[in-house]
């Protein structure tokens, strides 16, 4: 049946992807990637043919109207990212708002994204809590980490290992240095890392040891800093 279908694909271990992810990418007549040779070696791994076609932050404004109207007129295309489900902090949402907007018909998989486990594994309260993904690297970062800090849930935040160690420091300075944290790294993979402990003490541990990989910043709400532990444990 022609539509748009939304699929997760691992964040790390290939063993994530699911059963009904791996048949909708074999039917479908064209498949969007972010990077088609991320995406190309992901379909090699399970046996899937071909048919990719570049679909990124770049040109995605370009080529919204064009797919929709390729699945208007009987195709069936899936939209894919380099990891995670398209959408979060992904290309995704030009694409579906366009779709949706031309009586396209979207399907969304559940499958894998990183700030879920980050979250659950934290030890924070997590029955409701804030998703910021990326902080602006400058304009707007401050006003948005005031936003942050005045939260009473749990907020998970998406950062690169370059500035892990700033955003916790800018953390520590306006949340205070005891608010609780986990820093989880490398989620699935095999060196996978949940790091908890107060925002000083994390923000100490990676100005001496340079993080590697993606990461997850999990913090607790204003007030809630009896989540768990001051101390810091590796698992």
């Known amino acids: 049946m022609p539509k748009l279908y939304l699929v997760p694909t691992p964040i790390g271990n290939l063993e994530d992807i699911t059963l009904r992810a791996i048949r909708v990418l074999k039917e479908v007549n064209v498949i969007l990637a972010e990077d088609t040779r991320k995406t190309g070696m992901l379909l090699k791994h399970f046996g899937i043919a071909g048919k990719l076609m570049a679909h990124h932050m770049h040109n995605e404004h370009r080529t919204a109207e064009t797919i929709a109207g390729r699945i208007a007129s009987g195709e ?39 700030f879920v486990p980050a979250l659950v594994n934290s030890g924070l309260p997590c029955d409701r809590f804030y998703f910021e993904g990326f902080l602006p690297h400058k304009k707007g970062r401050l006003t948005r980490l005031t936003f942050l800090s005045g939260l009473s849930c749990t907020f998970v935040l998406y950062e690169s290992p370059f500035r892990l160690v700033k955003s916790l420091e800018q ?33 100490k541990h990676y100005s001496e040891n340079a993080p590697k990989g993606e990461i997850v910043i999990t913090v607790a709400g204003a007030g809630q800093n009896d989540g768990i532990s001051s101390e810091s444990a590796e698992d």
């Open 171 to 203: 953390m520590a300075g306006m949340m205070g240095p005891d608010r609780k944290a986990c820093v989880s790294r490398e989620l699935t993979k095999l060196f996978e890392e949940n790091r908890r402990g107060t925002l000083a003490e994390l923000a």
């Open 76 to 114: 069936s295309v899936a939209l894919v990212t380099d990891a995670g489900t398209p959408g979060i902090s992904d290309p995704g949402f030009l694409l579906v708002r366009t779709c949706i907007a031309l009586g396209v018909e979207v399907e969304s998989l559940p499958g894998p994204t990183a």
